[in-house]
């Protein structure tokens, strides 16, 4: 009975890593399709970085966290570019392309 512990904390730990890779890729993949589809010259407007340095950033990110699967770091390093991005520059972007300004 006391062996199942570690064996049953093995799996769960298995089950998480791969719900957390699976999620970070999916957040990250999302957020570089966005940035790629978006114009530069919406990217200067908002007064952030360049359209190639968010893509850059998060592409690197998603390129990590695909080769180290195994090391939670690199992907909440790449969650968190990704949803500054996604929380903060795209509805900038959208509201420039709406064309109703911000707020």
């Known amino acids: 009975m006391a062996t199942a512990a570690p064996i049953f904390f093995d799996d769960v730990r298995l089950y ?32 952030t970085l360049p359209k190639g340095a968010w893509a850059g950033i998060i592409g690197i990110c ?22 500054v991005y996604m929380l903060d520059i795209r509805p900038g972007l959208k509201d420039l392309s709406d064309g109703k300004g911000f707020w």
Do not use: N, P, W
């Not at 699976?22 to 978006?38: F, M, Y």
């Not at 695909?66 to 390093?77: A, E, N, Q």
């Open 16 to 47: 998480l890593d791969v719900t957390m890779l699976i999620v970070s890729v999916v957040v990250q993949a999302v957020a570089l399709i966005h940035c790629l589809t978006q114009r530069g010259a919406g990217f200067q407007a908002l007064g």
């Open 62 to 83: 998603l390129a990590l966290t695909m080769v180290t699967y195994g090391y939670m770091l690199i992907s909440m390093i790449g969650i968190a570019a990704a949803l």
